[in-house]
T-cell receptor, first 113, second 114 residues
Framework: DQQVKQNSPSLSVQEGRISILNCDYT??????FLWYKKYPAEGPTFLIS?????DKNEDGRFTVFLNKSAKHLSLHIVPSQPGDSAVYFC????????????FGQGTRLTINP | EAQVTQNPRYLITVTGKKLTVTCSQN?????MSWYRQDPGLGLRQIYY???????DKGDVPEGYKVSRKEKRNFPLILESPSPNQTSLYFC?????????????FGQGTRLTVV
């Protein structure tokens, strides 16, 4: 049972435009969410996170939005750059079970020049 | 340089031949964990450790063993590998729990069991 779902396996965006990556979750106990970015032949690296007490968190070109009622979060990248081409994983955790991150399937983002 | 180091990076082995994938971190992190990445499934947690001599099962522990005798090392042991354990494996470490603190990942070990 996939508790964290990224329904778009891939996304292609023009350089300079906005990239929007989506993530849905089913477990209402999840209250902390993270995005990781992965380049080929490397391990995932932390990008940005959000706690359920917020609905938005910004870090430079990256903004994460959380809609708790819809159990949905999204990552916005503005403006998109060629170096943003990577696989993006959404992850979630609950206060009980804080040692566990539950990951989505990943979305491959390609930024076209 | 702060890092998580996994070895080997690539491994091809035969069914039933015991193997160990090593993981070492130089950040004095308490939390360490092993994940496997499979197409369409994302990363799934195999085992985790909250400190020396403290380990517990993740979501997919069957066929794997771990040990945490020292803080820096967290090896993954496959006593009798099978083809369904062919996967990309990642070790991760974190200063606190993986919730709320950034997890650092190794570069991955691609394992093929024939």
């Amino acid at each position: 049972d996939q508790q964290v779902k990224q329904n778009s396996p891939s996304l292609s965006v023009q350089e300079g435009r906005i990239s929007i990556l989506n993530c849905d979750y089913t477990n209402s106990m999840f209250d902390y969410f993270l995005w990781y970015k992965k380049y080929p032949a490397e391990g995932p690296t932390f990008l940005i996170s959000i706690s359920s007490i917020k609905d938005k968190n910004e870090d430079g070109r990256f903004t994460v939005f959380l809609n708790k009622s819809a159990k949905h979060l999204s990552l916005h990248i503005v403006p998109s750059q060629p170096g943003d081409s990577a696989v993006y994983f959404c992850a979630a955790s609950a206060e009980q079970g804080a040692q566990k991150l539950v990951f989505g399937q990943g979305t491959r983002l390609t930024i076209n020049p | 340089e702060a890092q998580v180091t996994q070895n080997p990076r690539y491994l091809i082995t035969v069914t039933g031949k015991k193997l160990t994938v090593t993981c070492s971190q130089n950040m004095n992190h308490e939390y360490m964990s092993w994940y496997r990445q499979d197409p369409g499934l994302g990363l799934r947690q195999i085992y985790y450790s909250m400190n020396v001599e403290v380990t517990d099962k993740g979501d997919v522990p069957e066929g794997y063993k771990v040990s945490r005798k020292e803080k820096r090392n967290f090896p993954l042991i496959l006593e009798s590998p099978s083809p369904n354990q062919t996967s990309l494996y990642f070790c991760a470490s974190s200063r606190g729990s993986f919730r709320g603190t950034e997890a650092f990942f190794g570069q991955g070990t691609r394992l093929t069991v024939v």
